[in-house]
């Protein structure tokens, strides 16, 4: 079966594949880098890991554009209270996204752009929504008159045509019943950081960065769009009134929305002590990649429960899989080949392609991987694995882990001194010399895991940092 998404747009499960050539043309919604990102940021982000590296495993090429709304009310307002430029702010939050994205293994896009940097690409299109009879101006600020565009609320399968003509809202977020017409260009308030431009001074509003950066980088029509479902109203249905009234074309074929994440079965929120950055989960002393699986477990539709059960379960799920690549690795096996354990390694594969064709359902794709793993080690133990059944089990490891990676601890920028690193090594030596072999392998082991690397030569063990 090809691989299929569910399309907000259309409610349907519809079969994908780019519009032109080979290559797809997407758009995700990045951070507004006011704050550390939390770790339901990082669900919505994980998920468009997650999809990038399927959409290449699954032979295509990507172009992929996500924004950094690097100006908005909170930006103003925190940079303000800091005594801060708008500038110096966000590049303290910009910096932490990205080490965080990094922590996560998560792939940056072909282009990650900021909107400051488009100001007047901004206006531009703001001027040719002047035009076409879609604005009007009041108090200095530019409203996008959504009775203009009759299909708004297509994508969230709202009916807004009861909604108040003339009635406005000036901040970015808003809930579907105060649907208004919204700011494309806002007036500046006292003390606020604004631009001068043929508009008049001011600054954007947040919904117009996405769709002028999505055509200019990407073109009238995207492949497809994702980001969480809380950006479905008024966020993308205002993208899609914007850009859709600016070039008369569909904006995107594809919407895909990442469903929310719980904390231990409550909606996460400071008041209720359970709000999350990432740092602080790893600073409870969690691997990033116990983190990164939990989040890529849950297929990205379902509601997913963060638990701190959870990520010990996910540490555990890691282990198992690691274990078994030691195995492969390490085990000496009897020559030949069993063919009924290649044939099962190819079903095996096969269920995992299934299952992530099948709008990315991690859970069965993981499913059939654990199965495969736990009646292999079986036969791993009762001597059934033979010499020439590793490859193709390494094989599957390998599809597997360019998309879920995991299997590759995280070496922490090392803080080992050099002496004890000496010192470990000289252990090691006598340990061999003892025929303690598994302390000096668990020696190479926790020296690795700190970033050495040990090289045994004639004369000696050298080593290095990585
Ligand atoms: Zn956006």
């Given at each position: 079966m090809a691989l299929r998404f569910y399309n907000t747009l259309s409610q349907q499960v519809e079969e994908f594949s780019p519009a032109h050539d080979n290559t797809v043309r997407m758009y995700t919604c990045g951070p507004t880098v006011y704050d550390f990102a939390h770790i339901g940021n990082f669900r919505t982000f994980t998920f468009v890991d997650l999809l990038r590296r399927w959409l290449r495993a699954s032979g295509f090429e990507l172009n992929h554009v996500m924004n950094i709304t690097d100006v908005d009310d909170k930006i103003i307002r925190n940079a303000a209270a800091q005594h801060k430029s708008l500038e110096e702010y966000t590049a303290i939050y910009t910096k932490a996204f990205l080490e965080d994205c990094g922590k996560l293994r998560l792939e940056p896009p072909e282009r990650l752009t900021p909107a400051t940097q488009h100001i007047e690409d901004m206006v531009l299109a703001i001027e040719r929504l002047n035009t076409s009879q879609h604005t009007y101006t009041s108090d200095g600020s530019i409203y996008f008159r959504i009775a203009s565009f009759p299909e708004y609320g297509k994508l969230s399968h709202t009916d807004?045509?009861?909604?108040?003509?003339?009635?406005?809202?000036?901040?970015?977020?808003?809930?579907?019943?105060?649907?208004?017409?919204?700011?494309?260009?806002?007036?500046?308030?006292?003390?606020?950081?604004f631009w001068k431009t043929r508009l008049g001074p001011g600054r954007p509003g947040w919904h117009i960065e996405c769709s002028v950066m999505a055509i200019k980088y990407l073109g009238e029509t995207l492949d497809l769009h994702a980001g969480g479902v809380d950006l479905i109203f008024p966020h993308h249905e205002n993208e899609i009134a914007q850009s859709e009234s600016l070039t008369r074309q569909p904006f995107a074929r594809f919407w895909l929305h990442a469903e929310f994440l719980m904390v231990e079965g409550q909606k996460m929120s400071k008041s209720l002590g359970n709000y999350y950055t990432l740092r602080d989960v790893l600073d409870r002393g969690y691997k990033p990649e116990a983190v990164r699986y939990l989040l890529a477990s849950v297929p990205y539709r379902k509601p997913l429960n963060f638990t701190f059960d959870g990520l010990k379960s996910a540490e555990i799920a890691i282990e198992r899989l690691r274990n078994f690549k030691r195995r492969l690795e390490t085990d000496q096996f009897i020559a030949g080949c069993n063919e009924k354990l290649t044939f099962r390694t190819a079903q095996a594969s096969k269920a995992f392609i299934e299952g992530m064709n099948d709008d990315l359902n991690t859970a069965e794709a993981l499913g059939a991987l654990f199965e495969y793993v736990r009646e292999t080690n079986s036969a791993m133990d009762s001597g059934e694995f033979r010499a020439d059944?590793?490859?193709?089990?390494?094989?599957?490891?390998?599809?597997?882990?360019?998309?879920?990676?995991?299997?590759?601890?995280?070496?922490?920028?090392?803080?080992?001194?050099?002496?004890?690193?000496?010192?470990?090594?000289?252990?090691?030596?006598?340990?061999?010399?003892?025929?303690?072999f598994s302390r000096a392998d668990q020696i190479r082991e926790q020296l690795l895991a700190d970033g050495i690397i040990l090289e045994d030569t004639k004369s000696g063990t050298r080593w290095k940092r990585k």
């Amino acid at each position: 079966m090809a691989l299929r998404f569910y399309n907000t747009l259309s409610q349907q499960v519809e079969e994908f594949s780019p519009a032109h050539d080979n290559t797809v043309r997407m758009y995700t919604c990045g951070p507004t880098v006011y704050d550390f990102a939390h770790i339901g940021n990082f669900r919505t982000f994980t998920f468009v890991d997650l999809l990038r590296r399927w959409l290449r495993a699954s032979g295509f090429e990507l172009n992929h554009v996500m924004n950094i709304t690097d100006v908005d009310d909170k930006i103003i307002r925190n940079a303000a209270a800091q005594h801060k430029s708008l500038e110096e702010y966000t590049a303290i939050y910009t910096k932490a996204f990205l080490e965080d994205c990094g922590k996560l293994r998560l792939e940056p896009p072909e282009r990650l752009t900021p909107a400051t940097q488009h100001i007047e690409d901004m206006v531009l299109a703001i001027e040719r929504l002047n035009t076409s009879q879609h604005t009007y101006t009041s108090d200095g600020s530019i409203y996008f008159r959504i009775a203009s565009f009759p299909e708004y609320g297509k994508l969230s399968h709202t009916d807004f045509s009861g909604h108040i003509a003339g009635a406005r809202v000036d901040v970015d977020n808003y809930e579907k019943a105060d649907a208004r017409d919204f700011a494309l260009w806002k007036a500046p308030k006292e003390g606020e950081r604004f631009w001068k431009t043929r508009l008049g001074p001011g600054r954007p509003g947040w919904h117009i960065e996405c769709s002028v950066m999505a055509i200019k980088y990407l073109g009238e029509t995207l492949d497809l769009h994702a980001g969480g479902v809380d950006l479905i109203f008024p966020h993308h249905e205002n993208e899609i009134a914007q850009s859709e009234s600016l070039t008369r074309q569909p904006f995107a074929r594809f919407w895909l929305h990442a469903e929310f994440l719980m904390v231990e079965g409550q909606k996460m929120s400071k008041s209720l002590g359970n709000y999350y950055t990432l740092r602080d989960v790893l600073d409870r002393g969690y691997k990033p990649e116990a983190v990164r699986y939990l989040l890529a477990s849950v297929p990205y539709r379902k509601p997913l429960n963060f638990t701190f059960d959870g990520l010990k379960s996910a540490e555990i799920a890691i282990e198992r899989l690691r274990n078994f690549k030691r195995r492969l690795e390490t085990d000496q096996f009897i020559a030949g080949c069993n063919e009924k354990l290649t044939f099962r390694t190819a079903q095996a594969s096969k269920a995992f392609i299934e299952g992530m064709n099948d709008d990315l359902n991690t859970a069965e794709a993981l499913g059939a991987l654990f199965e495969y793993v736990r009646e292999t080690n079986s036969a791993m133990d009762s001597g059934e694995f033979r010499a020439d059944n590793v490859r193709t089990a390494a094989d599957l490891l390998t599809q597997f882990d360019q998309v879920f990676a995991i299997l590759e601890p995280t070496t922490a920028t090392s803080h080992i001194l050099d002496s004890e690193v000496e010192s470990l090594i000289a252990e090691r030596v006598a340990a061999k010399r003892g025929k303690n072999f598994s302390r000096a392998d668990q020696i190479r082991e926790q020296l690795l895991a700190d970033g050495i690397i040990l090289e045994d030569t004639k004369s000696g063990t050298r080593w290095k940092r990585k």
